[in-house]
């Protein structure tokens, strides 16, 4: 079964088994995800496990239409806040006393200009028109191939094609825009 016809189960009876299955499926990507952000396996794991309820929560509040960039966002985000608050529980003189590593500034910094322009292609996709934004989602979120976007959206090869390439360029306008507008 695809990610869509479990969500769709889970919704329609809103009956735990089908997430469980969705969210198994999901569990070594978001150990690795919060591997990458957190460094500590014991951490990452305990950030799964509340990972797991937020998702149980959030599902019955919202419809979720993709459901593994879905998940790797809310993981991210997860992650993000841990970290956060981590630094805001550190007392001053450790700060001091801990001085960053290059390495760790640069790593900080580009894990908040990630977050950045994550944020923007988000904002920047929904801007697109119906047929470019599904088929660049189906392409780069979904990691569907030409023909399979083909076959699920019943447009021909060569429009899908187009709207992937006609999307990218417009998705790369609108976040230019966006970051031109905010500087």
Request: glycine share 2%.
């Amino acid at each position: 079964m695809t990610d869509q016809d479990l969500l769709e189960n889970y919704y329609a009876g809103y009956d735990s088994k089908w997430l469980g299955i969705l969210l198994e499926r999901y569990t070594l990507l978001l150990l690795g995800v919060c591997m990458k952000y957190l460094k500590n396996e014991e951490e990452a794991k305990d950030s799964v496990q509340q990972i797991f309820l937020k998702t149980i929560t959030e599902l019955r509040k919202y419809r979720v239409a993709y459901f593994k960039s879905w998940i790797y966002m809310v993981a991210k985000n997860h992650c993000l806040m841990k970290i956060r608050d981590k630094q805001g529980k550190i007392p001053a003189v450790l700060t001091d006393k801990l001085a960053a590593t290059p390495d760790t500034v640069t790593d900080i910094n580009s894990l908040w200009q990630n977050d950045k322009t994550l944020e923007l292609m988000s904002d920047s996709l929904k801007e697109l028109n119906p047929e470019q934004q599904q088929c660049v989602t189906l392409f780069y979120l979904e990691r569907k191939s030409y023909q399979e976007i083909s076959e699920q959206t019943h447009y021909s090869l060569l429009q899908v094609k187009s709207f992937i390439q006609n999307g990218k360029r417009n998705l790369k306008i609108l976040i230019e825009r966006k970051i031109n507008e905010n500087t």
